[in-house]
């Protein structure tokens, strides 16, 4: 029980980020403290990667006491924003519909607690990777990077360690690998990303109709299923849904807080997992354009302009030294464009588009993405509008990068590589994809 | 932030109608499937393939990476499955499929047959045998 002292840590820390990050035009309470959660989580993960950066080892005492010395500053720091009128925690701000959502939310979140205990070790990529690099970061000692062996090819050596570190943040409390705190971290990121999806729309939209949107990507079995399986891919939608969000936010009530807080999102995004880190420079990309072309954005931003590209540096700053000085070259990759024995055809590509389009109609999907089609192809015109035809934009770049990755690279076959993983990319870009059916349609 | 609610236009209302139909039948759904996936565990409970392999790593103390050699195809889901999980107990420790140049090995094959004359091919001490036919065997290394 002790592991989960270090989420309340997290918790506290990434409120009080959100609270100097926000002027008091700031979401209401519920969104701050479950984006705060958040924050809180990959902040911590962070701050343990120092451990392995500067003493080449986990050292719990030491990343306790560095995650309790964050928290203090950050604390005081928040606390001198606050004032009678605008205290630190404002629990007047939580209404009777707030309580309802989180209620509603709460009971949507027990399917997904069933089956995980159904499966406490999670699904495959969680024996075979996180769960596997977690175990490897906790007990490794100074032999941590074994995990980048070329022996342990099967285990995406390549891959960031977002979700790793996170574990291995909360079990630092404990003194061994306890497989229920990976699960907790599935039941409670599946919760966070529901509850700022829900009050995200809320915010921008202010109708409580938001909430059939967690309901409906709750309603899906195997929507549970992935969710509840310990993946990284969770993160990837999550954060990735926080990124989008915030640019709206910014959209709606101009605070250059939203921006940063967008930035970190993306900065977190790029350390989850390969996909996320494509996908993080993809949105980063898509959403700084989308601000340029406008004048009146140029103008207000320009004296911003050194704070926005410093929080950009900083934090996209774990990742790019993970990639830079840790991860190694992919184990998993032929180059079909330029091989001679494996090299890739216009077959393969088709193979790919056939699998997409029979995909997204698979019964196991429960029709969502037909009536997410209907749903933006009816409301096209608001869905389009204020902003929000990047999203499309950005996700159709994804896809085409992702489709791009399966065509060129032909170390496996395509029809098993494209039903082991594609099924996952299509799950981290759900909550997204709601949260624009939804600020469409309310 | 108060902003003001003008009335949903119809074809909101059709989408959000359909949506929440899509969100009935999803319920419904995952409680059946949730149901009988539990009648399932519950008669065939999950077993954990790298727990046995956590008691006994401490026998490798010290050690990287041991051999792994087995004679099951490890391409099967069952036995892939298996082998991932076995990775998992072992962690830190790593294991090499089906590779001899180790000092430490870990011997589980179908057929125990195979896994003798493996060890009287290559020189190979058995320390330890679990009573589901898995080895724990050394090699003396150059």
């Known amino acids: 029980m002790t592991y989960f002292l270090g989420a309340l840590i997290s918790l506290a820390q990434g409120y009080c980020l959100l609270r100097l990050l926000l002027g008091p035009g700031r979401p209401k309470l519920a969104w701050m403290i479950l984006t705060g959660f958040l924050f809180g989580l990959a902040l911590s993960a962070q701050l343990t990667f120092t451990s392995f950066l500067f003493f080449n080892r986990l050292i719990a005492p030491y990343i306790i006491s560095l995650n309790i010395l964050a928290l203090i500053a950050l604390a005081f720091c928040a606390l001198r924003t606050s004032s009678p009128k605008d205290p630190l925690l404002p629990w007047k701000e939580i209404t009777l519909q707030d309580g309802a959502a989180l209620a509603i939310l709460g009971l949507l979140i027990i399917p997904v607690f069933l089956h995980a205990q159904l499966f406490p070790y999670g699904g495959w990529d969680a024996w075979s990777c996180w769960n596997l690099k977690a175990r490897m970061l906790f007990m490794g000692g100074d032999s941590w990077r074994n995990m980048f062996d070329p022996v342990l090819w099967r285990s995406n050596t390549a891959y960031p360690l977002m979700l790793p570190l996170i574990n291995t943040w909360l079990w630092s409390f404990g003194s061994s690998p306890e497989p229920n705190v990976p699960l907790f971290i599935s039941c409670l990121i599946t919760f966070l990303s529901a509850g700022i999806l829900f009050f995200s729309l809320k915010e921008l939209t202010n109708r409580f109709l938001a909430i059939l949107a967690p309901a409906w990507l709750l309603s899906i079995f195997f929507n549970i299923q992935l969710a509840s399986s310990q993946y990284s891919d969770l993160l990837v939608g999550t954060f990735f849904l926080l990124g989008i969000v915030s640019f709206f936010l910014y959209l709606q009530r101009p605070d250059s807080g939203f921006l940063k807080i967008a930035l970190i999102a993306l900065g977190f995004l790029s350390f989850t997992k390969s996909e996320g880190l494509v996908l993080s420079i993809i949105t980063l990309s898509g959403l700084s354009l989308a601000l340029l072309i406008h004048k009146e954005h140029r103008k207000r931003l320009t004296p911003f302009a050194w704070s926005l590209m410093m929080t950009t540096i900083l934090a996209f700053m774990v990742s790019g030294i993970f990639q830079i000085f840790f991860a190694p070259n992919s184990h998993t990759l032929i180059n079909g464009l330029t091989s001679s024995q494996k090299p890739t055809s216009l077959e393969r590509l088709a193979a790919v588009f056939v699998f997409f389009s029979k995909e997204i109609i698979t019964p196991k999907w429960n029709g969502l993405w037909l009536l997410a089609a209907g749903g933006l192809l009816l409301s096209w015109r608001r869905s389009l509008t204020a902003g929000r035809w990047i999203i499309p934009v950005i996700l159709m770049t994804y896809l085409a990068v992702i489709f791009g990755v399966y065509w060129i690279n032909t170390f496996f076959e395509i029809v098993w590589w494209l039903s082991m993983t594609m099924n996952r990319i299509l799950f981290a870009i759900i909550p997204t994809i709601l949260f624009w059916i939804f600020l469409a349609i309310l | ?142």
């Not at chain 2, 790593?94 to 179908?110: E, G, W």
């Open chain 2, 1 to 142: 932030m108060d902003q003001t609610r003008t009335p949903l236009p119809w074809k909101s209302k059709i989408i959000l109608s359909a949506i929440a139909l899509a969100i009935l039948v999803g319920l419904f759904l995952a409680y059946h499937d949730l149901t009988i996936l539990s009648a399932k565990r519950r008669n065939q409970p999950f077993v954990f393939a790298g727990k046995p392999f956590e008691m006994i790593k401490f026998l490798f103390k010290g050690e990287r990476v041991i051999g792994y050699i087995s004679d099951r195809n490890i391409d099967d889901k069952n036995i892939g499955a298996q082998f991932a999980q076995t990775q998992l107990g072992m962690a830190p420790i790593i294991l090499d499929l089906n590779n001899l140049n180790h000092r430490f090995l870990i011997l589980d094959c179908q057929d125990e047959r195979n896994a003798t004359n493996i060890m009287m091919k290559f020189n190979i001490r058995p320390i330890k045998r679990s009573n589901t036919g898995i080895i724990i065997a050394e090699r003396d290394m150059p």
